[in-house]
């Protein structure tokens, strides 16, 4: 899933970014209003991470603008503490208000009451459990398991994995996984796509019976159950 962080405190926003992309999240960083507002109403994000004071566009503003036209979930963050400015933020449309500091475990939790929560309010066609053959992902409680047996993943063995699931029966190029899992541009000399899917396939295929995740050669990887 993939979150956008609107937060002008430069060390607080690595922090969250850091700690969110370890939690299996996808994070876009930005440090203005103006280029908040442009990436939240231009971009494809499940949650926006929202603070209340921006250079160039306030959160409060920017939070009127955005719901204009789109309803995707907001957490607002803020040093303002006052029960007027938690009230001002919630009528203007923020889905839940968390004052500074906090706690990282805190915004956590909330972050996945809210996705649940509009997940299955507004996403009613996606199931919150991804699977093929006797492979199953939890996207909600984050765990994937295959016949029963619990699989450990890292936060980018988790994406990768619901990418494929999203996206099973489709050939998926390096390019489209790096894109995707990495967000990032992919480079021909980088083996990271590779170094991914072999640790995926030792964990999820190698002690099973019928191998999953198949390479397409000369194309990319596919995901799908083969007799």
Not at 36 to 60: K, W
Not at 145 to 150: D, I, L, N, P, T
Request: hydrophobic content about 45%.
């Amino acid at each position: 899933m993939k979150i956008l962080l609107i937060e002008d405190e430069v060390k607080l926003s690595e922090y969250l970014r850091k700690g969110l992309g370890e939690a299996g999240y996808n994070v876009n960083v930005v440090h203005n209003g103006v280029d908040g507002l442009h990436m939240a109403l231009e971009g494809s994000h499940d949650l926006v991470i929202l603070d209340g004071m921006l250079p160039g566009i306030d959160g409060f503003t920017l939070l009127t603008a955005l719901r204009k036209t789109r309803q995707t979930p907001v957490l607002m963050l803020t040093a303002r503490v006052s029960v007027e400015d938690r009230v001002r933020g919630l009528q203007t449309g923020a889905d839940d208000y968390l004052v500074k500091p906090f706690a990282f475990s805190e915004l956590c939790a909330r972050v996945q009451v809210l996705l649940r929560r509009t997940h299955g309010a507004r996403d009613a066609g996606e199931p919150t459990v991804l699977g093929l053959a006797d492979l199953e992902l939890d996207l909600i409680r984050r765990k994937a398991s295959r016949a029963g047996q619990h699989i450990e993943l890292t936060a980018k063995e988790f994406l990768l994995l619901a990418l494929f699931l999203r996206r099973k029966g489709e050939v998926l190029s390096r390019t489209e996984i790096a894109e995707q899992v990495w967000d990032m541009n992919f480079d021909s000399d980088t083996n990271v796509v590779e170094v991914a899917i072999r640790r995926l396939r030792t964990k999820m295929d190698v002690n099973f019976d019928k191998p999953l995740l198949h390479t397409v050669r000369g194309m990319g990887y596919v995901m799908e159950e083969r007799s």
